[in-house]
């Protein structure tokens, strides 16, 4: 056999080789891609599994169950509620924690509605033991007054001086008792809806003060 026989025969069995590696290597790099196709899938579904999850956390309002108890005569203020359940959940206060907060603002309210008619009450004993209008002559200061408040004031004056209790103060008491002596009773017409007379619109005016 001749040496070029040889050396053909030897580049055969090199490009059969090289054939070989290169059909194992396209093998080898398809199984990698499919590999990676795969995890890429199973991350996919982990991502997807987990945006529902979340979705269904975020969808759960962990402060729904927050109660407030104020008094009677105060209305909650829905706005300002929404507002400290986004500022617990934005610094991740817990439900439990949230509540107790709300619970002392409760009782600081509460506290603040017993000073307020502690005081109105302390007022009105001023006025009743009063000097100029206490006394025996309550009565008539509390007909001039309400004579007063009949023809010159409004539902809304009565609602501001009675909520705050300010209307049981001595000199708020003074100011309107002034002012209906001043004026004649017989230019007072206190109407239907303001009361009957100047004795029913003191006693409806003022009935702390009778």
């Not at 890429?40 to 999850?53: F, K, L, P, R």
């Not at 924690?97 to 619970?103: E, H, N, S």
């Amino acid at each position: 056999m001749s040496d070029d026989t040889n050396t053909q025969q030897g580049d055969a069995q090199q490009g059969d080789t090289q054939q070989g590696d290169t059909q194992q290597g396209d093998t080898q790099q398809g199984d990698t891609q499919q590999g990676d196709t795969q995890q890429g899938n199973a991350q996919q579904g982990n991502a997807q599994q987990g945006d529902t999850q979340q979705g269904d956390t975020q969808s759960v309002d962990p402060y729904a169950d927050l109660k407030v108890d104020l008094p009677d005569n105060m209305v909650l203020d829905e706005e300002g509620l929404g507002e400290f359940k986004a500022l617990a959940a934005k610094h991740g206060i817990a439900p439990e924690a949230a509540q107790a907060l709300m619970d002392l603002y409760a009782d600081r309210v509460d506290g603040w509605a017993a000073d307020a008619q502690a005081r109105a009450d302390a007022w009105a004993d001023e006025t009743r033991a009063d000097p100029e209008i206490g006394g025996a002559k309550l009565e008539e200061a509390l007909k001039a007054a309400g004579q007063a408040r009949a023809k010159f004031g409004s539902k809304e004056l009565d609602a501001l001086l009675d909520t705050t209790g300010v209307g049981n103060h001595p000199a708020v008491v003074k100011f309107f008792v002034a002012i209906g002596r001043a004026i004649s009773e017989d230019s007072i017409e206190t109407g239907a809806a303001r009361g009957k007379g100047p004795l029913d619109a003191a006693k409806i005016l003022y009935p702390n003060l009778n």
